[in-house]
T-cell receptor
Framework: DGGITQSPKYLFRKEGQNVTLSCEQNLNHDAMYWYRQDPGQGLRLIYYSQIVNDFQKGDIAEGYSVSREKKESFPLTVTSAQKNPTAFYLC???????????FGPGTRLTVT | GENVEQHPSTLSVQEGDSAVIKCTYSDSASNYFPWYKQELGKGPQLIIDIRSNVGEKKDQRIAVTLNKTAKHFSLHITETQPEDSAVYFCAASRSSSNTGKLIFGQGTTLQVKP
């Protein structure tokens, strides 16, 4: 069964704690992306990676960190420096260049 | 910077009617324009896409048109059904950098009334 998996579906954390969101894909895609979605808004790019061991900041990278040690995995850490971390986080993957991006089911993070 | 404007923000139609959602982009170098459908609590699903070398593309009840001169593109859904109710997002690529980065519109909530 091919696709993108994100875990967990719901995540709850206390303010001041770091939390890591998982994203795995078995589509053999080189590029992977993390987006943040807030209610009633579009998707905003946090980080992206076009190849293993390389990644770039997106439009709202402050307070987030990523790693890309394996082609199929692109975990996102939401640090305590992120001022408003409560949101719906979406991971996507694609072949390199302006290609079709496919999304995972998302992780809803709530920080109180 | 690059921007994608999407209208309307909400759209309500009767079952069987057509629905049209419009997007305008600012980066004239954009060359890839996908449309996504997002159901409540789920990830966006790619429903159709078009590249700048094509003016129109159709897939069953869904079609997309592109006007490069005016820098706008539209999603057309014909014979709407209740299951078409969802949030629809348009996007445009930052093709000049070849990174595959997409700029998304703000979304349109489509309600199809039975």
């Amino acid at each position: 069964d091919g696709g993108i998996t994100q875990s967990p579906k719901y995540l709850f954390r206390k303010e001041g704690q770091n939390v890591t969101l998982s994203c795995e894909q078995n589509l053999n895609h080189d590029a992977m992306y993390w987006y943040r979605q807030d209610p009633g808004q579009g998707l905003r790019l946090i980080y992206y990676s076009q190849i293993v061991n390389d990644f770039q900041k997106g439009d709202i990278a402050e307070g987030y960190s990523v790693s890309r040690e394996k082609k199929e995995s692109f975990p996102l850490t939401v640090t305590s420096a992120q001022k408003n971390p409560t949101a719906f986080y979406l991971c996507a993957s694609s072949d390199t260049g302006p290609q079709r991006q496919y999304f995972g089911p998302g992780t809803r993070l709530t920080v109180t | 910077g690059e921007n994608v404007e999407q209208h309307p923000s909400t759209l309500s139609v009767q079952e069987g009617d057509s629905a049209v959602i419009k997007c305008t982009y600012s980066d004239s170098a954009s060359n890839y324009f996908p449309w996504y459908k997002q159901e409540l609590g789920k990830g966006p699903q790619l429903i159709i896409d078009i590249r700048s070398n094509v003016g129109e593309k159709k897939d069953q009840r869904i079609a997309v048109t592109l006007n490069k001169t005016a820098k706008h593109f539209s999603l057309h859904i014909t014979e709407t059904q209740p299951e078409d109710s969802a949030v629809y997002f348009c996007a445009a690529s930052r093709s000049s950098s070849n990174t595959g980065k997409l700029i998304f519109g703000q979304g349109t909530t489509l309600q199809v009334k039975p």
